[in-house]
């Protein structure tokens, strides 16, 4: 299995895209953080801290985590060599794993540059050093488990269509719905009492939980349930695909 998952992660990294999305992500953010004018520009804030990156990563992730993840088992499929990688002596499981292990080590390289933010932030307090390192650490674990959450959604949508825009849009539209769709509906007034349960579905909602540095069992919980639980929805598909 890590010779596949060795494998997944050279394919990042030895193709365009890899790095595409980790420069994307860093512009992006960067951009908001310190380039665009406005209430999210850290120097117009007047306060130096990191709300802008964790409030920005998200929506740039919900774009760029189906971007990377589209090709997970579309191009398999496409090209036909899915039916090769399964007579390797692996479980479905562990196939998935590995591809899943790959995306996630991609996202986790995309973090690790913007801890240069951290340490600019750092120096720009007043005085300076005055950070809240354990929101700074729960808003890092919160965006990790969010984008693992995206890329549980990516693969599971590469393996329901072999045309990579097809998963790109559906993994768009269900990270979209996950993160905000959720709390949208929960806001209507006919579900009555259901609106806080529907509510803590809600990718959103653990994740703004986290950010506040409040590291909760429950919150962790969720996500590795919304990951595994997307992982087992992929099985189904690709054992429903060898069946037929």
């Known amino acids: ?40 520009n850290v120097l117009d804030q007047g306060y130096a801290n990191l709300d802008t990156l964790f409030y920005v990563a998200p929506w740039v992730f919900m774009f760029l985590v189906p971007a990377v993840t589209m090709r997970s088992f579309s191009e398999e499929k496409r090209t036909g060599t899915i039916e090769l990688l399964f007579t390797r002596p692996l479980t479905d499981l562990q196939i998935i794993g590995a591809k899943y292990a790959g995306a ?15 340490a600019y932030i750092y120096v720009l307090g007043n005085p300076a050093g005055n950070l809240d390192v354990g929101g700074t650490v729960g808003s890092y674990l919160g965006l990790f488990f969010l984008a693992a959450g995206f890329a549980s959604i990516g693969v599971f949508a590469s393996a329901i269509s072999e045309n990579q825009v097809v998963a790109f849009i559906l993994a768009l539209f269900l990270c979209f719905f996950c993160y905000s769709g959720l709390n949208q509906i929960a806001s209507f007034e006919w ?29 962790v919980v969720y996500f590795i349930s919304l990951s595994g639980i997307f992982v087992l929805f992929t099985k189904t598909v690709l054992q429903s695909r060898k069946l037929s």
């Open 104 to 118: 996630v080590v991609l996202i986790l390289l995309s973090l690790i540059p913007t801890l240069i933010y951290v």
């Open 1 to 40: 299995m890590w010779a596949l998952v060795r494998k997944e992660i050279n394919s990042f990294l030895s193709s365009v895209i890899g790095y595409v999305a980790i420069i994307v992500f860093l512009l992006l953010t960067g951009l908001f953080m310190w380039g665009f004018e406005g209430s999210l």
């Open 191 to 219: 579900f009555g009492g259901l609106d806080l349960f529907i509510r803590r579905l809600s990718i959103a909602e653990h994740y703004d939980s986290m950010s506040r540095g409040v590291i909760d069992t429950r919150d």
